[in-house]
Nanobody, 115 residues
Framework: QVQLVESGGGLVQAGESLRLSCAAS????????MGWYRQSPGKERALVAL???????NYADSVKGRFTISRDNAKSMVYLQMNSLKPEDTAVYYC?????????WGKGTLVTVSS
């Protein structure tokens, strides 16, 4: 059974930084792909950043150069360092674990960026 718990969201001003964390339980963490997704009102949930089991990463164009995803397999943690935040980054951020055609979700953490 997989459980994902996000933390680190909050209210910041444009240009500031936040670091999101996702704590995972379950044995498939180390072999699954971990991603951060976000959803704002009226929009579909979209991939922000992805890190696969071998450490390769992929980012949405809108966050390239500002966000960094990382994982600590020993601690079953994945992080999203968000710098130079913009108001359009405001959303609920979800941690997702992909494995064998399934995606497991956390409950999300709200990030609000004021202008």
């Amino acid at each position: 059974q997989v459980q994902l718990v996000e933390s680190g969201g909050g209210l910041v001003q444009a240009g500031e930084s936040l670091r999101l964390s996702c704590a995972a339980s379950g044995t498939i963490f180390r072999i699954g792909s971990m991603g951060w997704y976000r959803q704002s009102p009226g929009k579909e949930r979209a991939l922000v950043a992805l890190i696969v089991s071998d450490g390769r990463t992929n980012y949405a164009d809108s966050v390239k150069g500002r966000f960094t995803i990382s994982r600590d397999n020993a601690k079953s943690m994945v992080y999203l360092q968000m710098n130079s935040l913009k108001p359009e980054d405001t959303a609920v951020y979800y941690c997702g674990l992909s494995y064998a055609g399934n995606i497991y979700w956390g409950k999300g953490t709200l990030v609000t960026v004021s202008s």
